[in-house]
């Protein structure tokens, strides 16, 4: 008994293709982040908001930004991929939660400890002090649902959707080429990123830190199949931001971005050198 063939993509994963999904990806991500607050403050104005009002109203924009890039994902993937949602790895099998955990705890990790060295071989780098007084009435609750939902739902699981999940299963047969490809593309979309840059050399240096997590979260979904990997190591990013804050209460500068960027090199380096590549992925192309 034989297979039925899966029908080839409208768009094939030439170069041209590839491109031209890049350009899609982006403006998917542009796009519901304009999109959902535009509906947020359409609805809720924030005229008269409270600051905690504000981190609640946020918040919201943060889900519907998630939904917004998953239901464009999932449109594109059926009518121009002609494939089931499913190739993504974006599913709830039994060790998308522990992938996740273990993705965060790593990412974190990294963070913290690299920001922890570059404090202590740069300590006269000009970074200001922080005041935590800006959380004004905000109560732990609020404040960790704002932190958890600008990690998840707003940038870690709709970008690794687009980069690691959609555009990670183009060439299933060419892996490496798949993870330098979708690495370059996430690391320089940040170019127009607001992380604090005060500079052009700033918007370069800024780079490492995509370059690093995003490397990483792409290595360990080649080796081990799981999305929610890639998920937890780019919200891990983002927590442990947070979290080296509370060790280190001071803003992050440019060497800060390069030693911690440094650091996810090396660890997603060591996996390509000594992990093994055990993933049998699903192919689009046919």
């Not at 939660?97 to 690299?114: C, K, Q, R, Y």
């Amino acid at each position: 008994m034989t297979t039925p063939s899966l029908p080839k993509p409208l768009v094939p994963p030439t170069w041209w293709g590839l491109a031209l999904r890049s350009i899609v990806a982006v403006g998917i991500l542009f796009g519901a982040n304009i999109a959902a607050g535009a509906i947020v403050y359409k609805v809720v104005p924030s005229d008269n908001l409270s600051h905690y009002q504000q981190l609640w109203a946020v918040s919201a924009i943060f889900i519907i930004v998630f939904l917004l890039v998953w239901a464009a994902v999932a449109t594109w993937i059926k009518l121009v991929e002609r494939r089931p949602f499913s190739i993504t790895g974006m599913r709830f099998h039994r060790k998308w939660a522990s992938g996740l955990a273990v993705g965060t705890l790593l990412s974190a990790a990294i963070v913290v400890a690299t920001r922890a060295l570059s404090t202590s071989l740069f300590p006269n780098a000009p970074r200001e002090v922080i005041d935590g007084s800006q959380l004004g009435e905000a109560t732990w609750l609020t404040f960790t649902v704002f932190i958890l939902g600008r990690a998840f739902f707003l940038q870690g699981i709709p970008e690794e959707l687009l980069f690691r999940g959609w555009l990670f299963q183009l060439l299933p047969q060419r892996p490496k080429v798949t993870l330098a490809f979708t690495t370059a593309v996430f690391t320089v979309i940040h170019l127009i990123s607001n992380g604090g840059q005060q500079s052009t050399l700033d918007r370069f240096l800024y780079l490492m830190l995509p370059l690093g997590f995003g490397l990483l979260a792409g290595t360990l979904v080649m080796q081990t199949g799981n999305f929610w990997q890639a998920a937890g190591i780019h919200g891990g990013f983002h927590v442990g931001t947070v979290l080296s804050a509370f060790v280190m209460p001071s803003s992050m500068v440019a060497i800060d971005w390069v030693v911690i960027g440094t650091g996810y090199l090396v660890v997603a380096v060591g996996l390509l050198k000594f992990g093994k590549r055990r993933r049998q992925a699903n192919v689009i192309s046919s």
